[in-house]
T-cell receptor
Framework: NAGVMQNPRHLVRRRGQEARLRCSPM?????VYWYRQLPEEGLKFMVY????????ESGMPKERFSAEFPKEGPSILRIQQVVRGDSAAYFC????????????FGQGTRLTVV | DQQVKQNSPSLSVQEGRISILNCDYT??????FLWYKKYPAEGPTFLIS?????DKNEDGRFTVFLNKSAKHLSLHIVPSQPGDSAVYFC???????????FGTGTRLKVLA
């Protein structure tokens, strides 16, 4: 049973470009969460999605960031017109239900904006 | 305003000794608490958790203690091993949701 898969592992973008980060949850998991870790900080919640629905996006910046989890395929975190401050590690987690014990995290995508 | 604090950014412990990592939180509404371990360039890995109805949970070498009145939890690792060297994050949540609030982490180094 594969774990949470994120790709790419590393992504370099120039300022103003778009970044697309992908997350395939564990098999049987229909709940996906995105977290961001800035340098020297803890992980910060961004968004919670179920298939085709955004449940909680209270941690998402209001502009340039969007997320989706289509019926088929991985969840996508999209950052438009990236700026240097978007450089961070982005982690995806998944769970089989909305409530439970621990969430399972992927290995993350490290985004560097140059 | 940090709701979850890990006041020790780093900790060094001799192999075989006890490692104690601490975490403080501000909101008494939090009722579920977790510890994750993270190696460089990897995602967080779940270690151990505790519900607010308990004050202790043990799993092998790892024990988590919860002091609700002090809003404090701690992770004890005994005996510590070099492979335990990693960054440890505490996380809190309410009502079993997965919307975690993480601390800033403590880097543990276990010296052989």
């Amino acid at each position: 049973n594969a774990g949470v898969m994120q790709n790419p592992r590393h992504l370099v973008r120039r300022r103003g470009q778009e970044a697309r980060l992908r997350c395939s949850p564990m098999k049987g998991h229909s709940h996906v969460y995105w977290y961001r870790q800035l340098p020297e900080e803890g992980l910060k919640f961004m968004v919670y999605l179920q298939k085709e629905n955004i449940i909680d996006e209270s941690g998402m910046p209001k502009e340039r960031f969007s997320a989706e989890f289509p019926k088929e395929g991985p969840s996508i975190l999209r950052i438009q017109q990236v700026v240097r401050g978007d450089s961070a590690a982005y982690f995806c987690a998944s769970s089989p239900t909305a409530y439970g014990t621990e969430a399972f995290f992927g290995q993350g995508t490290r985004l560097t904006v140059v | 305003d940090q709701q979850v604090k890990q006041n020790s950014p780093s900790l060094s412990v001799q192999e075989g000794r006890i490692s104690i990592l601490n975490c403080d939180y501000t909101n008494s509404m939090f009722d579920y608490f977790l510890w994750y371990k993270k190696y460089p360039a990897e995602g967080p890995t779940f270690l151990i958790s505790i519900s607010s109805i308990k004050d202790k949970n043990e799993d092998g070498r790892f024990t988590v203690f919860l002091n609700k009145s002090a809003k404090h939890l701690s992770l004890h690792i005994v005996p510590s091993q070099p492979g335990d060297s990693a960054v440890y994050f505490c996380a809190v949540t309410t009502s079993g949701t997965y919307k975690y609030i993480f601390g800033t982490g403590t880097r543990l180094k276990v010296l052989a």
